[in-house]
């Protein structure tokens, strides 16, 4: 039932922001803006409750939850959580309480639209976290786009329609391959069926299974992103709201990681393995297609939204190195990446707030200016470019060294990432944080941005410096993975 | 007892560090100087009570794991340290540098006008956390986790002047280049995982000695020269000596800090805490010898030509590093920390004297305007002077002289290329002797005291640098122990024309010097200007940065989403080229009926596909927009393209799903 709970907990609290800003006016939407908090803090509760065991489960799975539904085509209400997955969710539902008080100057028009977007992507991501029926999985993966899609086209800067669009047909085309591929599997079997249980036990022909692979893949790879189907993303995160690129980046990239974490090694282990060394290549080519690119770009937004394709080629790697240190690495990753990208994109959105730009010539001299900020980038940045102690460290150092054992050379190549974060993260300190601070005064970050980026920081200290916590809860889902695949080569 | 006070070594420095950054009231400038002193005065006092003890007892290694770091799928990567002769004399060296350096700096900024001294005092003890970490560590993710924090606030350290420009270049140059060798330790670390699967250094040399000893493979071979690049990034030696002159944007304090015994000895370290596995790795030790020879030849030479008081003491260090590689190369780690003892004590006295000498000066740094700063200020005068004297190892009086003459025994043992070596090790003594007489003499020169000046030296700047001065000339009996006890022989074993030859060395240097002072110096012009340009740094520097420079250059733009939306540009193309097909075929018929319907649709296809721009997307959104426009009142702008938009993206994406089933049936 908790399970249920997590889905249906934002949404109504979404739906029900109207109301409050019917009944409860306040200056500057102040209720909505605390309910949205509310509705975060109480989702992010119950999620680590579940976490702790509050939901009924089994040795697997810390909660399960199976409601027959339409029966008749093989729907059901499949809902199963594990470390990974409640994990997941719980860091959904801290972002958005992060993305609710970043953008609380922003903001200033169609505030209830707003959160109700923000509400909307928790629940839809939360789905996706926790579904293992197919179809409903489907559903929540296509539901994500909506609110995202507004968040970008509503609120957003620059070319926001131009970029919103961008986003929508990039992520609906990868989209609508991720149907045609449940779609196949699903009447393809007989009885028709969508749970992915039942799924993983039905016997296919390898090229079956390969196109279905592909198919499915698709659309995580457009998510992740993976190049060169990366397109929509650096359009998409800067002329995103503030909130628009933390959800993004820390939130719906994570789903296209989480998607190829579970469900290929689950459903097509032999394809996977058939099809892993390609893969990590593709990850070494985003690891320093990504870093190059974000050396070379003159807009802050635009340079942290390179960097994240760059840090989610490590997990498409980590992922397909199918080896099992690399794949706590990048799952480590995901959570890493979704916080010191979500905190620069919060600091440069702070900045945007104060100067009206995020170009890099404009800003400058922080240090001297608005010291909490300046602190913020440089701690950020230094987790940005995986300085041991933080969180990104523990990710990428594990993928690399995963990676060593299967094929060094990859490996090699991805420590060259170490290199090109420092060149970006120091382009982005000495146009930020260092410099003769401009004519106009800044004011530095107030309460709500220095609790925000507090968390953020405590979080990728603790992960950073205590991983083994976050790599237990990991554990299950990771040795889960690496089961069914030993299974796939020793049966073939 | 022990294994407590040893976990405990780095606490005082983090504790510090803790306290500095995030103390929530104002701290006065005297408290900040006083927390950064307890801080690196604690961990001192707990590494060199340890050292005693150790020495004392004569007891042998001990290691603590303080806490597990990540234990998964077949890694057991610990918190461990590890205390033996090695930690001993790493750790009390850079203990008693630290706290002598904050010292100073807590009376030294503040009169230079520096003020928000909180950070820096946060960033030196955070700073001395992670060297404490790299000298102490027994597993090498540990001291991995050191290496980079001390690279970190080496960043922040050197870009302390965060307004000026040239100081924000210099920093990020110094990251950039020594993380290019951090990146190859961490492959090198990853490689040795990958082989002997662990990460604990007593394992890894167990399993080194019986896997390499045999007959070493190749691959030993590279994994050793991942490790070397490493070390010789973090210590700035050739070929990447590019970093360090520019560091010097740094405040004196912090140069002195990471010139003297952190940072850039660091990578000396490392190579005599890995001994084991750099000398069973073949050919590792000859190239560590000769790149360390290259390097106190070259920067010695470079130091000699230099008309800047601290780039001077720059290439010095980088020369004086080459000595410490030269000797770990040849197989003698001891004599290789044994000058990295006395090089503490001489580099920092240099940095901390000159930065006397230059304030008294009124901020002046060039040598031929330094003159005169003995009648200035005594005190800084002598003590360069004597420091001056112990770096070109002037015989039998200061330390300097010991540590240099067990390195060049060591380069005179490195089997049949060892008198090779030993020569070249001779002619950069002679080298340094010259250069640091030079630097005195230029001091000493006459020239008026300046007006009124009354910027002498404080209490602690004047207790810091006497006791430095005070090591420089004094440790010269340790140096033997030292070598003894991390390895190697406690007296040099020369011959009687070896030992005399290393004797006549820095003499003749500093008689070169004294010849020069009285105008009898060769002339060399060009050679003294590619000296002074650190022999084509700047040459590596532009060829490096500038093909960097070419790559990003070459992606910018993103060829690859654009090549892809140029793909999908295609796509409306071959639509069109299909419908007018068709259209053409079915010909003429009465208007109105669905062939016209299809005409139409294949022209606006033809159209939209032949518009002019390279980029699908760019063109539906222009289509888009237009539609919208066209759409006026009835419907919004945004509304209209959203739903276009969907529409578009759903006609691609059916078109590949019926691709899909196709292929899957």
Redesign the interface.
């Known amino acids: 039932m908790i399970l249920v709970g997590l889905i249906l907990l934002p949404l109504i609290g979404g739906l029900a922001l109207p109301l409050v800003a019917r009944f409860a006016p306040g200056a500057e939407d102040r209720p909505v803006r605390l309910a949205t908090l509310g509705v975060m803090a109480a989702q992010a509760a119950l999620a680590v409750a579940a976490l702790f065991g509050a939901g009924a489960g089994d040795g697997r799975w810390l909660a399960l939850h199976r409601t027959p539904w339409a029966s008749g085509v093989g729907i059901e209400l499949h809902l199963a959580g594990d470390g990974l997955s409640l994990g997941l969710v719980t860091l959904t539902a801290a972002l958005g309480a992060v993305s609710t008080l970043a953008s609380w100057r922003e903001i200033r028009r169609r505030v209830v639209l707003f959160h109700l977007c923000i509400c909307g992507t928790v629940t839809a991501a939360t789905g996706v976290f926790l579904s293992f029926d197919l179809l409903l999985f489907v559903f929540f993966w296509e539901g994500m786009l909506v609110p995202a ?1 507004i968040l970008i ?2 609120y957003g800067h620059g070319a926001r ?2 970029s ?3 986003f ?2 990039y992520n ?2 990868g ?3 991720l ?3 449940v779609l ?1 599997m699903g009447a393809g079997a007989s009885p028709p069926v969508f749970d992915a249980f039942a799924l993983a036990e039905v016997e296919r022909s390898p090229a ?1 299974a390969l ?2 692979l ?2 499915m893949s ?1 659309a995580f790879l457009v998510k992740l992103p993976a ?5 929509w993303l ?1 359009d998409a995160h800067t002329d995103a709201p503030t909130a628009g690129s933390i959800l993004l980046a820390g939130v719906l990239l994570k789903t296209g990681a989480y998607g190829l974490y579970r469900f290929p090694p689950m459903l097509f282990p032999e394809a996977m393995v058939q099809v892993a060394p390609y893969a990590m290549a593709l990850g070494l080519a985003g690891i320093l ?1 990504g870093g ?2 974000a ?2 770009q003159t807009d802050a937004k635009r340079l942290i939204a390179y960097t994240s394709v760059s840090h989610m080629g490590f997990v498409l790697m980590g992922i397909f190195a199918l ?3 690399a ?2 690495g990048a799952a480590v990753e995901m959570f890493a990446h979704a916080f010191s990208a979500s905190a620069l994109f919060l600091v440069v959105g702070a900045l945007h707030a104060r100067l009206g730009t995020h170009r890099m010539d404009a800003l400058g ?1 922080l ?2 200016t608005a010291p909490r900020l300046a602190g913020g980038f ?1 701690f950020f940045a ?1 987790a940005a ?1 995986a ?3 933080t969180a990104n ?2 990710g990428e ?2 993928v ?6 299967v094929a ?1 050379p990859l ?2 190549g991805a ?5 090109l974060s ?2 970006y993260a ?2 982005l300190l ?1 146009n930020t ?5 401009g004519t106009r005064p800044t004011e530095d970050a107030d309460l709500r941005e220095a609790a925000a980026m507090l968390a953020l920081a405590a979080a990728v200290l603790v992960v950073g410096l205590q ?2 916590m976050l ?1 237990e809860l990991l ?1 299950p889902a ?1 040795e889960a993975v690496g089961r069914a695949l030993e299974a796939a080569s020793g049966g073939g | 007892m022990a294994e407590a006070l040893l976990a405990l070594i780095p606490a005082p420095a983090l504790i510090g560090f803790a306290l500095l950054l995030g103390w929530p009231a104002p701290l006065s400038a005297r408290m900040e100087g006083r927390l950064g002193a307890a801080a690196a005065g604690g961990s001192a006092a707990l590494a060199l009570g340890l050292a005693a003890w150790l020495f004392a007892t004569g007891s042998g290694a001990i290691r603590v794991e303080v806490a ?8 057991e990567a610990m918190l461990a340290l590890r205390f033996d002769a090695l930690s001993a004399v790493a750790s009390g060296t850079v203990g008693v540098v630290g706290v002598l350096v904050v010292l100073y700096a807590a009376e030294f900024m503040p009169r230079e006008g520096e003020t928000r001294l909180r950070r820096l005092f946060a960033l030196l003890s955070l700073f001395l956390a992670g060297m404490f970490a790299v000298v102490l560590a027994d597993d090498l ?1 540990a001291l ?2 050191g290496w ?2 001390v690279g ?1 606030c080496s ?2 350290l050197i ?1 302390w002047r ?2 000026e ?1 040239a ?3 210099a ?2 140059q110094a ?2 280049v020594t ?2 060798g ?3 330790l ?2 090198g ?3 040795l ?2 082989r002997f699967g662990t990460t604990s250094l007593p394992e890894l040399f167990g399993a080194v000695e019986g896997a390499w000893r045999g007959g070493a493979t190749l691959a030993a071979g590279a994994i050793g020269a991942l490790v070397l690049a490493g070390a010789l990034a973090k210590s700035a030696q050739v070929p990447f000596h590019v970093w360090l002159p520019d560091a010097m944007a740094g405040p004196t304090p912090v140069s002195a800090l990471l010139h003297a015994a952190t940072m850039v000895a660091a990578g000396a370290f490392l190579l005599a805490r890995l001994a084991p596995l750099t000398e069973a790795a073949p050919g590792i030790g000859a190239a560590t010898a000769w790149l360390g020879l290259a390097g106190a030849l070259g920067a010695g030479l470079a130091a000699l030509a230099q008309r800047d008081v601290k780039r001077l003491l720059a290439w010095s260090t980088v020369s004086q590093i080459g000595f410490m590689f030269l000797a770990l190369g040849a197989g003698a780690p001891g004599a290789a920390m044994a000058h990295f003892v006395t090089h503490a004590a001489f580099k920092a006295a240099l940095f901390l004297a000159a930065g006397l000498v230059s304030r008294e000066a009124g901020h002046e740094r060039r040598l031929d305007r330094l003159g005169g700063a003995r009648r200035r200020g005594p005190l800084g005068f002598w003590v360069f002077a004597a420091a001056a004297l112990a770096l070109g190892g002037a015989p039998w009086v200061t330390a300097g002289f010991w540590s240099k003459e067990l390195v060049l025994a060591g380069a005179l043992g490195a089997g049949p290329l060892g008198p090779a070596l030993w020569a070249g090790a001779v002619a950069a003594s002679a080298v340094t002797a010259a250069y640091a007489g030079r630097a005195a003499l230029a001091l000493a020169r006459g020239g008026a005291p300046r007006e009124g000046a009354t910027d002498g030296p404080g209490a602690a700047e004047a207790a810091a640098v006497l006791v430095l001065a005070a090591l420089a000339l004094g440790l010269g009996p340790a140096a033997g122990p030292v070598a003894e006890a991390v390895g190697g022989a406690a007296t040099p074993h020369l011959g009687a024309a070896a030992a005399g030859i290393g004797v006549a060395a820095p003499l003749a240097g500093f008689s070169a010097a004294l010849l020069a002072e009285a105008g009898w110096a060769p002339r060399a012009p060009r050679l003294a200007a590619a000296a002074r340009g650190g022999f084509g740094v700047d040459a590596i520097r532009g060829a490096v940065a500038g093909g ?1 420079g070419r ?3 070459a ?2 733009g ?1 060829p ?6 140029a793909l999908a540009g295609g796509v409306p193309r071959l639509a069109a080229t299909f419908a007018s097909g068709a259209a053409d075929g079915a010909g003429p018929r009465a208007p109105g009926g669905p062939e016209a319907w299809r005409r139409r649709g294949a022209e606006r296809l033809a159209r939209f596909a032949r518009a002019p721009g390279d980029d699908l ?2 063109r ?2 222009r289509g ?1 927009a237009a539609g919208a426009a066209g759409m006026g009142r009835m419907a919004g702008r ?1 509304q209209g ?2 739903l276009r ?2 529409l ?3 006609a ?3 078109a ?2 019926l691709l ?2 196709w ?3």
């Open positions: 899609f086209a509503l329609e131009r919103a669009l961008k929508l047909i609906q085309v989209g609508l391959a149907i045609a591929a196949a079956a196109w279905l592909l198919g698709a190049v060169p189907v990366h397109g650096p297609y190059l690119l050396c070379g080896n099992p240190l794949r706590t001299g240090q001297a440089a230094a470019l300085m041991p102690g460290f523990v150092a594990l690399i060294l995963g990676t060593f054992q060094w490996g090699l420590a060259a990432a170490l290199v420092v060149v120091t382009l000495r944080v260092f410099g003769e601070p991983p083994q790599i554990t990771q | 597990p770091f990540v234990v998964t799928g077949g890694l993710v991995f986790l980079e924090i970190l960043y922040f870009g965060s307004r420009a100081a924000a270049d920093a990020r990251f950039v993380r290019i951090d990146a190859l961490l492959a670390i990853a490689a995982f990958a960097f790559m990003v250059h992606v910018s993103d690859l989403a654009r090549g892809m939306h997307l760019d539906l959104w888009v945004a393209g959203r938009g969907y578009a993206g759903s691609i994406g059916a590949l799903l899909l089933g292929a899957a049936a």
